[in-house]
């Protein structure tokens, strides 16, 4: 069997060597992420380091799956998954959700593909994250109706490429951008909802005491 390239294009690969990092940003611990948009036909991968609200590309690609039975197109995407996260150890992996198509074959051979990248990115130990195709859309151009071609020219730009990715490693990377986005947006809130959560306990607390010291009043006025 012909094995698949995964590369269309040239890869295009962006170190985070290439900009000289802030003293504060040294104290940001940086995380690798893999964006994968499954597809029987071609499936885009994407690796990016996130380090605070830096983002930079690592790798980005295409499996390119040759015809063939079924079986054996799902495990050219198997495996071929499998030899991007050995080679570049993600933390984790961020999949689209698959949205249900007017076509019932396509949903359902697309459902096959994505399931062959969940298997794996989990028999990689990784951590799998899913989001929809309106919220990656809606986190990288800031509208979920945005096109291909729109996510293709964000996607450059977030991670400044030397050029526009292919549509469907533009598409992985996306994820994992998106998911970048989600978990610093966490991480900026997370003391704002500690401090909220404290504030309304306390609240609480005070307005229980308030309401047991009325209690205890009025049983005194009564005897």
């Known amino acids: 069997m012909e094995r698949s390239s995964r590369a269309a294009q040239p890869r295009l690969v962006h170190t985070p060597d290439s900009r000289r990092p802030t003293p504060d940003s040294r104290l940001v611990s940086s ?24 983002l ?10 040759p015809a063939g039975d079924l079986a054996t197109r799902l495990g050219v995407i198997l495996r071929e998954l499998g030899s991007v ?9 961020v999949v689209e959700q698959v949205f249900v198509n007017v076509n019932p074959k396509s949903t359902l051979l697309l459902g096959q593909a994505r399931g062959a990248a969940l298997c794996a990115a989990v028999a990689g130990g990784l951590a799998v994250h899913e989001y929809s195709a309106l919220a990656v859309k809606q986190s990288v151009v800031g509208t979920g109706r945005a096109t291909k071609a729109q996510v293709q020219m ?39 909802l500690t401090t909220g959560v404290r504030a309304r306990s306390s609240g609480r607390g005070a307005r ?16």
């Open 31 to 54: 995380i690798r992420i893999l964006g994968i948009d499954p597809g029987l036909n071609r499936t885009g991968f994407g690796v990016i380091d996130a380090r605070g609200d830096r």
């Open 56 to 65: 930079s590309c690592v790798d980005a690609g295409v499996i390119r799956v």
């Open 85 to 93: 996260i050995d080679t570049h150890r993600p933390a984790l992996a």
């Open 154 to 192: 964000m996607i450059a730009r977030l991670l400044a490429l030397p050029g526009e990715p292919q549509a469907d490693a533009a598409d992985a990377l996306a994820c994992a951008v998106c998911h970048a986005h989600a978990s610093a947006l966490r991480g900026a809130l997370a003391p704002a």
């Open 208 to 223: 229980g005491a308030a309401r047991t010291a009325w209690a205890q009043r009025a049983a005194a006025l009564g005897k």
